[in-house]
């Protein structure tokens, strides 16, 4: 798809995340005062609610007061017309032709590093799905042998559970070792303390703007009308309690101590730029999960770990395009039994791994189960994380006319309290 060239006369850094074609929302607030909307544009903050007390947004069907609250659930349950046509009106404000924002640069902007970033929506719902067939495959490898590594559904269903949303958390926010019931080796009863295998998963997750009725279902050809957007995702693990509690219902406590996302979501508007086809499905799928056209996206992900004092190395590069399922068959899959959604529910993608050593998205996997630790520049070794570890995930995407980026999730590990 060829992009419209876009010029901007705010000051955007050479290789910045935030270029004039992202426009990714965030709710901030500076030096305590009220938490409201903002875009990122470089190193930058476009106050939404300033631009609406200040008439600036009047073209657009918006009710008053929808970006001075705490989160964008109200914003994006008006639907896709409204966030396009907001998006639209914004590309104009921001253009180089622009006279109409100019005089009110001063008080319409706020600098990022000023600026503290919120969780920015409530989520109400939170699915974790399971889908790339690398990481399912290393997994089962590891536990069931290279024979029996992917189960029989795994192709047929985009396997998910629900997960927690009273603890996903934002970039910034630290949270402490979690404790709970580990069978220690060879042990026949099991023994209560911090968990010892503490993991990351490298993840991306979509946020639903449209709701359906209880009993309605989401085809894949319109999924991505419901969606709004996209962010980095982190979905901690505590391996250790995971492998003691988790038959036969599945994960529980080792998955729902905090799961961490980055501030800012990335509109499906630009995503669009970054479509590609995925990975060939076979066996064919069900009819209801066949789709046609592109519909996975090449988002570039990294990950890095900072040791306590030290420098941050990165320790994965992988892609969201590697996921077999996409989010349109997810989303049909998740409604396919009439479930319903809401604006602000949260799809984590699951672990994304690629083919190659490197681009494994978790610990378990980028060590072996530990039997192959990271060598760190400090001289230390990981085979999972220690307090006071810091692992950054980052994203973006580029071609050869744009690029954009997520920015990133920051995360520090505190010691189990006390
Ligand atoms: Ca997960």
Known sequence: ????????WVDVPEGSDFSIYNLPYGIFSTNGDQPRAGVAIGTQILDLNYLQENDLLTSVDLHEGIFKKEVLNDFMALGKPVWSSLRKRLLELLDETDEELKPHAEKAFVKQSIAKMHLPVKVGDYTDFYSSEEHATNVGIMFRGKDNALMPNWKH?????HGRSSSIIVSGEPFHRPQGQILPKDADRPVFGPTNLLDIELEMAFITGGATKLGETVSTENAEDYIFGMVLFNDWSARDIQKWEYVPLGPFLGKSFASSISPWIVTMDVLQYFKVDGPKQNPEV?????FEGKKSYDINLEVYLKPQGGEEQKICSSNHKYLYWNMAQQLAHQTVNGCNI????????GTISGKEPDSYGSLLELTWAGNN?????????????????????????????IRIGFGEVRTEILPAKQ
């Open 157 to 161: 269903i985009p396997v998910g559970y």
């Open 342 to 349: 809401n604006a602000g529910d949260m799809y984590g993608s």
């Open 1 to 8: 798809m060829s992009i419209q060239t876009l010029n901007t």
């Open 373 to 401: 630790p990271i060598q760190l520049n400090d001289g230390s070794e990981r085979k999972f994380l220690k307090d006071h570890d810091t692992i950054v995930i980052k994203g973006y995407c580029e071609n050869d006319e």
């Open 286 to 290: 069900l009819p209801y999960l066949n």
